[in-house]
């Protein structure tokens, strides 16, 4: 089977931190553009940070510029999500996806890819 597990969710206060996981099995990422993306209740879904596979080129949506980084590390399979200085406005569940021919900009904008994790649920709320 060909995987991406998410983990790392989980309820925080206003301000606080997380670290979010992306797990693959059945293939390496080490190719892969890698996405990090959300939906909230009655929103769409949203492309929140992007890394490339190669040149360490990342995107990340306004909204979280400043507080939220991206990175990878290869050797584990692994890519992770630092989220700083939480809102309730970050309030989603967090998705995971990986994409080969593709670029930052265009993964996190487009919201393609070839696989798809399953989700984590990150609740910010006092």
């Known amino acids: 089977q060909l995987q991406l597990v998410e983990s790392g969710g989980g309820l925080v206060q206003p301000g606080g931190s997380l670290r979010l996981s992306c797990a693959a099995s059945?293939?390496?990422?080490?190719?892969?553009?890698i996405g990090w993306f959300r939906q909230a209740p009655g929103k769409e879904r949203e492309g929140v940070s992007c890394?490339?596979?190669?040149?360490?080129?990342?995107y990340y949506v306004d909204s979280v510029k400043g507080r939220f980084t991206i990175s990878r590390d290869n050797a584990k399979n692994t890519v992770y999500l630092q989220m700083n200085s939480l809102k309730p406005e970050d309030t989603a569940v967090y998705y995971c996806a990986a994409a080969l021919a593709t670029t930052v900009q265009r993964m996190c904008a487009y919201s393609r890819a070839n696989y798809w994790g399953k989700g984590t649920l990150v609740t910010v709320s006092s």
């Open positions: 890394i490339s596979s190669s040149d360490g080129s990342t």
């Open positions: 059945g293939f390496t990422l080490d190719y892969y553009v």
